[in-house]
């Protein structure tokens, strides 16, 4: 109705209005005149209304009439249509446009001279003289809004500065040769920036220069340092983009900063035919304002997440495990869950263990907490960032898109800009799934912890600045013992290592103070806490059988420190470190994790006779865990089929096995793996109290003790050939047997600690057949020394009074350090 | 579908409205076909308007205030100013508009013109409401050497009276407009002449608004109401611009 009726109604009121204007004023004339005198003077407006009558009449009648609309259609306009199609498309635009144009000025020419009560030439001649006339008053109203507009447009314009920064290449002296230990990123990112140098290199091909690069990895691995080097390598232009420039007092403002950032960017481009932008910390302006709330660090993006669990076992162990064991064990330390006096967390276990805990407890927790996202600032600056990264690209310039245009020329199209953004982040699960998109950002690669040969090097660099005695296999070993040290990290130990030099009055970085700084700075400072004697006694107890198991069995993995002093809230732990980076674990290195997990429950009972303490809360919990996780996935149990998936897919709780529920076939498998954990410590009873005796004496030992104390030979700190010794058992069962008394509360007499350098004294003209090296190194690992099946002994004289519990027990809580795995 | 959607409900709707329009459109054109009943000469800048037969003709007369002015000595500033002091515009309802023969005294159809004029200071300061009597001629001496003439020969100058004072009323209009409305007749050489003179100042005196038509005493007897009801028509609004 509207498109038939328009033009009638214009022209109408184009008719009425200058009758109107006819009568307006004049005081004698009629309206009847007005319409008669304007019919003469505008006759026209009158010819174009007849014609538009008649085209619509015309139209009506084609609808209904099929004969008559092919008639017209084909007969009488097809020529006329053909030659009007033969334009180009553009060129009918341009002209339909003209003639639009003229229309409507000629249209508002002829109002304009009604109104003046003139000719329309004479309007026509008059207007450049009403422009002129017209002036003052709009300079005024342009004044005005200048006044208005200009204040906001200023105050916007300094909120919008600052937060970047640009480099040019000879303002930075980093090179890829300074980042150690990251070869494979290092590679990939040179390459970007090569075809970023040579476009043609890949352009010329049909191919596109790749537009960005995420760099991700736990903090310190050297991502700022890559970028850096990337600055100083590159010839182009460096644009460093402050984490917090784009957080802003008023919303907008960040809108606006992503604007004039990616203005300033496209001038660099075009000026030096490319340009870098680096957005460090990119987590806190990637995601849509989900997770900077309540959740802190515990939340998860909900599309990043699906995507980075996309790319496998990378996500399974940056992703997950931050959440895993941090959000776990904030949970269970906050709700005062008995079991979770456990006496060293989970460090005893192999990262994919934990990993596997974690996901659990993962699982569990996003059932409570996940409802609480969402209602985050959102302010439009990711999306003012995703636009300009691949939004529609305009022509440039006031020339090329305003005046080109209205001369109705066709604007140039827009020029190749050719930015390289990189971002980097330890968040990549807060990104934006829009933000990582081919595109945007092509190419992500994980910076992960530094090789070893980079390990190596980087201690090689720091020690250089100091003075030291370490040999070069010394720094090697450092290396093998610190899988996820970091640039960062590695600079840290050794300047606490010397720290501890100069504390000792040395100037020269000793072996010792090595591993010292590395326990300071790995495990945290010891808190200044004694155990009372009957304590100390059990947690070194069980300690040394987590220890002996592990040493025992374990491959791949070598133990890296046992203490029983407190730390934080732990009480003592066995901390191991991976020699070797694998992906998977076989069965049975879950099996040999779940039993170092249930040594400390077999070696209490064993010792205590059948007594336990609280404290294998959490190493209980931990076995089930992984018993009930991986035979409900991994067929670590009689089964086969995916309980796991079951779940997954809501399939009800399906019985696997009829005769045996679920539950029962998890308490089997543990029973089994409890029987054999049995074995082995049985085995090693001299080991055990060899250990625990140790642990007693020096609160911590490293692992090349531990290994010293299993083999009987030297170590750094205690020497195991002591423990050889035949009077040793006789001695330390004494002592056993008596602090098993005092728990069962016969007796309330101290004794005191047996000091093992008195006993090897006495017995030390006496040469000692079990020193000889050879003789240990054919045990082996599991087989053990067979030495330790004699029975507890009444003690002997050498011992005196133990001081019963002068403190209050204090439960030792566990601890949620991460342990070291490549 | 698309087809359904342009052939049901809103197209029924929609073709009255169009044959509406349409109708509208027609009755505008068929409208336009006829003759205004009368033409109107209007000064919307000083605010006199008029309404003559549609037969009747009219022109704006350029530089009447010139009559009696050495061209060479006005600038174009001073034309200007002279220009736009006055406005005339004359009258005809002769067959052809002629400029020139606008005062005859034979003349068969009516002709005359009106008149807008800002007075100059002296002027505005010496004109009065009698002086509009005699612009076209001394109104009053006319009378008088009529009365003598009476006087002298009671039936002979009554009978071809060389002046005769057919009407003669004081106007007031709104806004403070004045003046007088004459008709008389004056015998001439070329015959008897019947003028009818409708002059008015403004309440501050500065313009003078004048209608003068005239024609043959005969003319005046076949178009004595027309003339009339132009005179009538004759409407003042005083714009304000000159205080």
Known sequence: MWDRSKFLLLLGAVFLFVVAAEVSGDPLMTWGDAFRIQARKSAWVLVLLGLEVLRQVHMVVGERWSAYYVFWTDRVFARVERRFLRIKDWNRFRLSRAAKWVAGLALALFVYARLSHTSVFDALVNVPGAVWDAIPVVLQIVLLMVLVVGQFVVMFWFLSKGGVETYFPEDITTRFADVWGQDHVVNRVRENVFYLERPEEIESRGGHVPGGILLWGPPGTGKTLLAEAVAGETGKPFVFVDPGAFSAMFVGVGILKVKSLFRKLRKLALRYGGVIVFFDEADTLGSRGQLGGSFGGGGVGTGARSYFARQGPLATRHGERPIGTAAAFGRRAGSGDPSGQMCNGLSYLSAAARAEIGREQAREQFVVGGGGGGGGGFDGTLQALLTEMSGLKKPRGFLNRIVRRTLGMRPKPPPKYRILVMMATNMPQALDEALLRPGRIDRQYKVGYPSKEGRVRTFEGYLAKVRHELTGEQVDRLAVMSPEATGATIKDTVNEALVQAVKDGREVITWQDMLRARVIKEYGLADDHEHIDRERHSIALHEACHAVVAYRMQRGRVIDLATIERRGGVGGFVAHVAVEDRMFMWKSEIEIQVMVSLASLAGERMFFEGDNTVGVGGDLRSATMLVAGYMSSAAMGDTLASRLAMLEQQMGNLSLDADRPFGEQIEAKLRELYERTEVVLRENRREILALTHALEEHKTITGEDVEAIMEGTDGPTVDGRRYREPDFLTVFEGYHSHAVSAHRGQTREARPFPELGRAAARNRAEPDPSAEPGRHTETGHRGGSGLSTESARPADGTVGAVSAGTRPAESVGKRGRSEANA | ??????????????????????????????????????????????????????????????????????????????????????????????????ATRLLVPDAVQPKGFVQVRHLLPEEANAVSTNDLRNFVLSVDDAQAAQEQAVRQDPYGARLSPSFLLLTDEVVHKKAGVHGVHLVYQVKTDAGLVTIDQTSLLDSGQTMLYQLILACSSLCYAQHGAQISDVARSFTIEPTDQDQ
């Open chain 2, 1 to 98: 579908m698309e087809s359904r959607r342009w052939t049901s409900g809103p197209r029924r709707r929609s073709v009255p409205a169009v044959f509406l329009l349409v109708t509208a459109a027609v009755v505008l054109l068929a409208g336009g076909c006829g003759s205004p009943s009368y033409q109107y000469v209007t000064n919307k800048k000083d605010g006199a308007y008029l309404r003559v037969p549609n037969s009747w003709d009219h022109q704006e007369m350029p530089g009447p205030a010139l009559f009696g002015i050495d061209a060479r000595n006005v600038s174009p500033e001073m034309l200007q100013g002279l220009m736009s002091r006055e406005w005339v515009v004359g009258i005809d309802a002769g067959a052809r508009f002629d």
